[in-house]
């Protein structure tokens, strides 16, 4: 079994799939590594880091897909819609891609690799289970997206967050808002404490009310019916524009005595609910700050235009996109041990067996056999339901 990478090619995609400290597992489990030269310069892993491991470096891309049986990804084809497409001459029939593709999105792109016979999994379909916390992409780049929410915000806020005792007087903390208690809230929750806010947080869910209050933040609590607010597989739903418009009523007063507000609500597949209207925003004292994690799917704030930051009036108003490439060394190590997790898990005794019947396979598997196949990805392109397969790949 071959295993390899290549280098991202998407604009400010600096992340790479594969990083040194998860090529020993591979190695162990039956794999050769072979990896397209400078592949994780760009997050700090250079070529000898990777040779040390025995890693086969090699001196063009074609020669990686040429030679691996599984290629590994951070970003594959349909989440890379541009430079991505001059990769589809190099896939060949049976081969397995294992990366992020955006599926419930990408038509073409997923239409496009399944008439190659490509074996592609998306990780974003992993589904939400204890068994594959370990694999969950999704997670593990929504911790660094919280995290780095809050240091843009403290960059951009005329003031300190913490409270000072000083000869020249008080400081007061900054009050911090954040909306959406997953795991890029909770993220931002903790490090916007750390950094001494008096932090606030609301959610949908109010089962995670005990979440935010261990993480020293108060919870916001509204009287909405959010019963409906999460899918069998963990994931987000999008709720009624009624909804939507209510949860805006309760929520205007709190972000209008907020210094910052951190959205985080995205639903997979779909454009972000508006939470804050431009009048919502417009309220806020001139100075403070909104960073919109949702930006690249529309956005959580009115205001928001992803990839910039718009001030309206004296606010600012931050939509930052893909914002774990911005921290590409962990970022990288995160996602690697993730994706080796995922692959791992499909790996018996030294080859490769897609066994149908695990939950985590079915659920991410995309395209097989040269069909789409994946229930959800065939209702997003409006296929119709996929015949049932027997059997293991």
Do not use: W
């Not at 599926?103 to 379909?125: N, Q």
């Amino acid at each position: 079994m071959i295993v390899g990478t290549v280098k991202e090619t998407f604009p400010g995609e600096h992340r790479v799939a594969l990083t040194p400290h998860v090529v020993p597992s591979l190695v162990k489990a039956g794999a050769e590594i072979v990896i397209e030269t400078g592949a994780g310069a760009a997050a700090g892993y250079p070529d000898e880091a990777y040779a040390e491991k025995g890693v086969k470096i090699a001196g063009a891309r074609a020669e990686v897909f040429q030679s691996a049986d599984v290629i590994l990804q951070v970003r594959g084809y349909g989440a890379n819609p541009e430079q991505g497409r001059a990769d589809l001459e190099h896939f060949r029939r049976g081969q397995m891609v294992i990366a992020t593709f955006e599926p419930l999105t990408a038509g073409d792109p997923v239409r496009e690799i399944a008439a190659k016979g490509v074996l592609l999994f998306a990780l974003e379909l992993v589904p939400r289970i204890t068994r594959a916390q370990s694999m969950d992409i999704l997670s593990s780049m929504a911790t660094i997206a919280g995290y780095k929410a809050v240091l843009l915000a403290a960059s951009h806020l005329p003031k300190m967050f913490p409270m000072m005792m000083t000869a020249a007087g008080t400081i007061t903390p900054a009050r911090v808002f954040i909306i959406g208690a997953g795991v890029a809230g909770l993220q931002a929750i903790s490090s916007a404490r750390r950094l001494g806010a008096v932090v606030h947080a609301y959610d949908v869910r109010p089962a995670v009310k005990e979440q935010v209050e261990s993480l020293g933040g108060k919870f916001v609590e509204m009287e909405l019916d959010a019963s409906a607010a999460e899918d069998a597989g963990g994931y987000a739903k999008a709720l009624g524009e009624d909804f939507y418009r209510k949860q805006r009523e309760l929520m205007g007063a709190v972000i209008a005595e907020s210094d910052v507000v951190i959205t985080t609500a995205a639903v997979p597949g779909k454009k972000a609910p508006m939470l804050i209207t431009a009048d919502m925003a417009r309220a806020m004292r001139p100075g403070s700050v909104i960073v919109d994690l949702a930006a690249e799917r529309g956005g959580n704030c009115e205001l928001t235009r992803a990839g910039e930051t718009v001030d309206d009036g004296g606010v600012a108003i931050l939509g930052p996109t893909n914002i774990p490439a911005t921290v590409p060394y962990h970022a990288s190590q995160m996602f690697a041990k993730n994706i080796a997790t995922f692959l791992l898990n499909m790996v018996k005794e030294g080859a490769l067996n897609v066994d149908l019947e695990d939950e985590i396979v079915q659920g991410a598997l995309v395209t097989r056999d040269g069909e789409v196949v994946q229930p959800q990805v065939r209702e997003a392109l409006g296929m119709a339901t996929a015949p049932a397969k027997e059997g293991d790949a």
